[in-house]
Nanobody, 128 residues
Framework: QVHLVVESGGGLVQAGESLKLSCAPS????????MGWFRQVSGKEREFVAA????????NYADSVKRRFTISRDGVKNTVTLQMTNLKPEDTAIYYC????????????????????WGQGTQVTVSS
């Protein structure tokens, strides 16, 4: 599988601390309608975290991360960041960046099926 986006910034932190994840294109450029972050714990389904539309910056968040996580984009660097604050042990997961190049609208941005390109993931571990 070709990974056209790459994540960075994962690590081990204590509960209450902050961490910032970044996502950047890897290799060839591609059109972008929206970028999203998902996370997955072993044995569970991949879960939506946050998404942002590229053109107008509309943001969506999962209820579990509202007021703690902030997604943003940099149109010049073509990167997306996920600033995570007040981290909790239940935030522990592999975090994936994903790109929706087309915005066909068949699925919502909270649905993984909207996204064509995925990164390999970065581990975030929050200790209690």
């Amino acid at each position: 599988q070709v990974h056209l986006v790459v994540e960075s910034g994962g690590g081990l932190v204590q509960a209450g601390e902050s961490l910032k994840l970044s996502c950047a294109p890897s290799g060839r450029a591609f059109a972008t309608y929206a970028m999203g972050w998902f996370r997955q714990v072993s044995g569970k389904e991949r879960e939506f975290v946050a998404a942002i539309t590229w053109r107008n910056g509309n943001k969506n968040y999962a209820d579990s991360v509202k007021r703690r996580f902030t997604i943003s984009r940099d149109g010049v660097k073509n990167t997306v960041t996920l600033q995570m604050t007040n981290l909790k042990p239940e935030d522990t997961a592999i975090y994936y960046c994903a790109a929706d190049p087309y915005g066909r609208g068949e699925y919502s941005l909270g649905d993984a099926r909207s996204y064509e390109y995925w990164g390999q993931g970065t581990q975030v571990t929050v200790s209690s």
